[in-house]
């Protein structure tokens, strides 16, 4: 194996082919040098090898080779780094962060590049894909259901901006007025307070008129299953002008055109609610004041003509809807006591029996919850010491009267084990010589 000349030759044996002894003076220099040069040329270089015989150690490699691949500057200078930090050479990445400093060059083979585009210059502009009418109508009805439970418009207007766009905003309110039109005239109520709160929110004066447009257009159909629709509709629109949802021109222009029937009476019923003297004050209680909002003696009041009625007309019927439409359920107990309270005070047997089936039919129709109905008898056994001051005969009336009850319906236990035995007890006749009937002993039997 020849390999090349190296600058250390004491690791290696020399081998000269050609060299002989010159004995003449006479050839002189020129027969030096001229065998000079073939020795240099004709000379090679052997490595020794242990198997031969002879015991050398281990060659080391040439300084310069085991620095081949080595990036560190060979000037003997500087820390031992990397070249440039890293960045020099061929075949590297660069140093850390150099990728943010480079100018992107468009690729003309790129599928997205844009020829239009001008030095690069891109404008990114967001869209939004709007929903369908029926996807609008879809998420609105649960939304308008569940504001009819809890009643806080912030959450119902928080829920409708998530999906609606100001195009399409008219949709949700000819939603909510749909579905109001088969509620209780409560949800109708609550429907004007949401279309108010959500006007300058979610959608504008122009998008309420669209949508009564839109209304009175389907108003033949919206009779279909809902008869009263040309009243309800008048309603909605004269609330909400009066709220300044609506401006008063759109009644006076709808009324101009030509219109479906139903439509002119929803239309002029809605001008002569609005044309009334204090039109606009009275419109603010148009639905009537629902529930839990009305003033607690306003119930009452209403309750005690609830009652009256009934023992005028002897309308069973008409006196449960009444109930029912009172909307109360958690003030029920008022309409126990004031029954009971309405028969011992009248003295009357035919009253009374009048009165229990009016409690009866409560208990049976599960109007009244057995809750209600035992906490009115024990406010009337609370305040018998009051009542008895003005009626003197309270307590047999009240025994005579909790008697009859106690055979259309059961009464709870609680009010029998509270009822008073102070002031009912009497003697029967002078044949029974002198003894005490005790009717409560008889009535829990």
Not at 11 to 27: C, F, L, R, S, Y
Not at 112 to 119: F, G, I, L, R, W
Not at 431 to 443: E, N, R, S, V
């Amino acid at each position: 194996m020849e390999v090349e000349p190296i600058a250390s030759e004491s690791e290696n044996v020399a081998v000269d082919e050609t060299v002989k002894p010159v004995d003449d003076q006479g050839a002189g220099d020129a027969a030096t040098s001229h065998s000079e040069r073939l020795r240099r040329k004709n000379k090679k270089y052997v490595r020794s090898n242990s198997k031969d015989g002879g015991v050398s150690a281990p060659t080391p490699l040439p300084k310069y080779r085991s620095w081949k691949n080595s990036r560190r500057p060979r000037n003997g200078h500087g820390r031992g780094l990397p070249k440039k930090g890293g960045a020099g050479g061929k075949g590297v990445w660069g140093a850390p962060g150099s990728e943010l400093l480079e100018e992107y060059v468009e690729d003309a083979n790129d599928p997205n590049y844009d020829s239009e585009a001008v030095n690069g210059d891109v404008e990114f502009k967001q869209v939004i894909v709007e929903p369908e009418p029926e996807e609008i109508i879809r998420k609105a009805e649960p939304i308008i259901l569940e504001y009819f439970e809890h009643g806080d418009t912030n959450a119902a207007a928080e829920d409708f901006l998530e999906f609606v766009l100001g195009k399409r905003s008219h949709l949700v309110c000819e939603t909510i007025i749909e579905i109001a039109l088969d509620h209780k005239p409560s949800h109708c109520e609550m429907a004007s307070v949401l279309i108010s709160d959500l006007y300058g929110r979610v959608f504008s004066a122009n998008d309420i008129a669209l949508a009564f447009e839109r209304l009175l257009e389907k108003l033949p159909d919206l009779m279909l299953d809902t008869p009263d629709a040309p009243i309800l509709l008048s309603n909605f629109i004269a609330r909400c002008v009066a709220d300044d949802c609506l401006p008063p021109r759109f009644v006076q222009t709808q009324n101009e055109m030509e219109l479906n029937p139903p439509a002119k009476q929803a239309i002029h019923r809605a001008e002569t609610l609005l044309s009334m003297k204090q039109g606009l004050v009275r419109l603010d209680n148009i639905w009537g004041v629902g529930g839990g909002i009305r003033p607690v003696k306003s119930l009452i009041r209403q309750i005690q003509l609830l009652l009256k009625e009934y023992l005028t007309s002897g309308d069973l019927a008409e006196a449960m809807r009444c109930v029912r439409e009172l909307e109360v359920p958690h003030f029920h107990h008022e309409l126990v006591y004031e029954t009971v309270l309405l028969a011992v005070e009248a003295i009357n047997s035919s009253v009374e029996e009048q009165l229990c089936t009016f409690l009866a039919e409560l208990r049976r129709c599960l109007i009244v919850s057995p809750d209600q109905m035992d906490r009115g008898f024990l406010r009337v056994l609370e305040d018998m010491n009051d009542i008895v001051l003005d009626v003197p005969l309270a307590y047999i009336m009240l025994d005579r009267f909790m008697e009859r009850c106690q055979h259309k319906f059961r009464l709870g236990e609680i009010v029998l084990k509270r009822m008073p035995t102070r002031g009912r007890k009497r003697f029967v006749s002078e044949g029974d010589g002198g003894a005490i009937k005790d009717h409560a002993l008889k009535l829990r039997e």
